[in-house]
């Protein structure tokens, strides 16, 4: 009971607790100014009116995902003027002149980076399709290119996918750049947190960057000035402050480590011992990953510094870790393409989404899918259902156990729609499955971070590996189709809900994309 209350009162009083409370206190002041004015003055009530109009017709006729301005039209009618007011505040990341200066000075070093044509000019001699698709990613916004010369390993395992990491790091000699979401203090990141510190006295340059909010629970507040002085450059992304502005909406949900521009990994793993199982959250937690080594490498390094650069204020010196990359004499003969993604403006189009949809659309044969959550808009819920309606193989897995109850309410009630169409849904029945995966054709993977959710696909900072012809696909596939047999197919009686469930569901949805 004193440690509970130990713990309780170290919660209230952090400066996450702090920030809450004063950005709630600046919340109910700005709508007591709003509805006392409307209490005095007719005139007020007119002015707010013509305020919310004025809102109203900008926020119909901009540039954006329907449903986005659908949750924002409810929220400006049901509060006039103060609706606005949150319109402002949250619809999108501002950016200062000097951020927007130093955005398009980040992006133009980057750029003097690229490789050149070559690698997809190969491509498009190859097959011309995937040559489109690649194109699609390949813009300013998402760092990308394409690159051969490597090899890759996919693990459906995150216990698996650590201990390659950790024998990596273990033989690092120049640097290794970490970027995760999550670092929670534990076996796993004891291991990790040794090798660093060793790997520092032996001079070996070390740079992390974790998100702020992802760590509230699982690091102290000012944790990163104890790793400094162990040698490890450490950064907290958009650190918490309390300020009412959207830059607190956008996390940085990535996970990158790049070891001497030899090899690199991403996938859903956080650094926390839930994800491989040595301790217990939510059944057995199936998550996933891969490692890359060769060309490809160059696209992790660029999309680290990109991240690190943005936080920091800072341009490094891409060609000193660029110089590092060697193409593979033998690689695996396969394409691939790191991509990132992000919220508007810093990126001016949905990058993730736009993959998806073009591997949807175009697919033949099969589209299989593993994702956390299954809350997806309009326009992608018809691509799986037209997939289907067309004879395509449509499957996606979700899990059995949830990690929040509302997220598997609204992940279920996507269920019948698209099963109507033919899409074939699973749940994983030993627990929770946290990986992100698009497998198609026996041509086409992905693997990275993205959720099929509203938060990845448009609010956070995100990064996958888009792989074409490789023998990856295959293990991915397999991968697939193995977790599909611990899994349990949902049927329509399953996928009923309650009448309290379908109240709870039609309220979320109606700010789903705020979310």
């Not at 006295?201 to 790793?227: A, F, N, Q």
Request: aromatic fraction near 14%; proline fraction near 3%; glycine fraction near 6%.
């Amino acid at each position: 009971m004193v440690f509970n209350m130990k713990k309780l009162v170290r919660v209230f009083f952090s400066r996450y607790a702090i920030s809450a409370f004063i950005i709630l206190v600046e919340l109910l002041l700005c709508a007591q100014l709003v509805f006392s004015a409307w209490a005095y003055s007719y005139v007020a009530v007119l002015v707010a009116a013509v305020i919310s109009l004025i809102t109203l017709v900008f926020v119909i006729n901009r540039d954006a995902n329907p449903e986005y301005k659908v949750s924002w039209v409810i929220v400006i009618l049901a509060l006039p003027f103060f609706g606005t007011i949150l319109y402002i505040l949250f619809y999108r990341r501002r950016m200062t002149k000097k951020e927007e200066r130093h955005l398009r000075g980040l992006f133009a070093e980057i750029n003097n980076h690229r490789l050149g044509t070559g690698n997809f000019d190969m491509l498009r001699r190859r097959s011309p399709l995937a040559s489109g698709k690649a194109r699609a990613l390949m813009n300013d916004d998402t760092l990308s290119e394409v690159y051969t010369g490597s090899t890759s390993t996919f693990f459906g395992d995150g216990r698996r996918l650590f201990e390659s990491m950790i024998r990596d790091i273990s033989e690092a000699k120049e640097f290794i750049f970490l970027e995760y979401f999550i670092i929670d203090q534990g076996v796993l990141w004891s291991k990790i947190h040794k090798l660093l510190r060793e790997k520092a006295k032996e001079g070996v340059e070390i740079r992390l960057l974790y998100d702020d909010i992802g760590c509230m629970k699982t690091l102290p507040s000012h944790y990163e000035y104890s790793l400094r002085t162990e040698g490890i450059n450490t950064y907290r992304f958009s650190k918490v402050s309390p300020s009412l502005s959207s830059v607190h909406n956008h996390r940085d949900h990535r996970k990158i480590c790049v070891i001497d521009g030899k090899v690199a990994y991403t996938g859903g793993v956080n650094i926390a011992d839930e994800y491989i199982n040595e301790k217990e959250r939510f059944g057995h937690w199936k998550d996933g990953g891969i490692r890359v080594s060769g060309e490809v490498v160059r696209g992790f390094i660029k999309q680290f510094l990109s991240m690190w650069d943005f936080t920091t204020h800072t341009i490094s010196d891409y060609e000193k870790y660029l110089s590092f990359v060697e193409p593979l004499k033998f690689s695996d003969g396969g394409y691939y393409i790191p991509f990132g993604t992000g919220p508007i403006p810093i990126y001016q189009r949905p990058g993730g989404k736009n993959a998806f949809l073009n591997l949807i659309n175009q697919s033949r044969k099969y589209v299989y899918i593993t994702t956390p959550y299954l809350i997806i808009d309009y326009e992608l819920t018809e691509s799986l259902c037209n997939a289907a309606l067309r004879g395509v193989d449509v499957r996606i897995i979700t899990p059995g156990i949830a990690d929040k109850k509302k997220v598997k309410l609204m992940t279920k009630s996507a269920y019948p729609y698209l099963m109507r169409a033919g899409v074939k849904i699973y749940e994983y029945t030993p627990g929770f499955i946290h990986e992100k995966t698009f497998v198609v054709d026996d041509k086409y993977a992905v693997v990275g971070t993205i959720n099929l959710d509203y938060r990845s696909l448009a609010h956070n900072f995100e990064n996958a590996l888009w792989m074409y012809a490789t023998p990856t696909v295959q293990v991915c596939k397999d991968e697939f189709l193995n977790t599909v047999d611990k899994s349990e197919r949902v049927d329509e009686s399953k996928s009923k809900l309650t009448l309290s469930e379908r109240f709870v569901r039609n309220a979320i949805r109606l700010f789903a994309p705020l979310l």
